[in-house]
């Protein structure tokens, strides 16, 4: 079964900046478009971003020119780097394919605050 496993997350100061990283379990990674989601305190989860097999990359409006997504394929990680923070960034950070096909991992909080 694969097996998701989110890591970097932590309390950062507005402006600051993180870089998320998803490991994926099973030679499928590089099959799947995978995706960065978010779900902040009684909100639904969303999607932030995703990263197609050939590079190409998508954002929500949201963190378009903050945010940017990464693979390597030969390492089945998936990365996000996160700039210009806001305190409207703050949630758990969970990866996934970019249609959610996998079981969610436990995700990675991410707390922005003064």
């Known amino acids: 079964q694969v097996q998701l496993v989110e890591s970097g997350g932590g309390l950062v100061q507005p402006g600051g900046s993180l870089r998320l990283s998803c490991s994926v379990s099973g030679s499928i990674f590089r099959a799947y478009p995978m995706a960065w989601y978010r779900q902040a305190p009684g909100k639904q989860r969303e999607l932030v971003a995703f990263i197609l097999n050939n590079g190409n990359t998508n954002y929500a409006d949201s963190v378009k020119g903050r945010f940017t997504i990464s693979r390597d394929n030969a390492k089945n990680t998936v990365y996000l780097q996160m700039n210009s923070l806001k305190p409207e960034d703050t949630a758990v950070y969970y990866c996934?394919?970019?249609?959610?096909?996998?079981?969610w991992g436990q995700g990675t909080q991410v707390t922005v605050s003064s």
């Open positions: 996934n394919t970019q249609y959610s096909l996998f079981p």
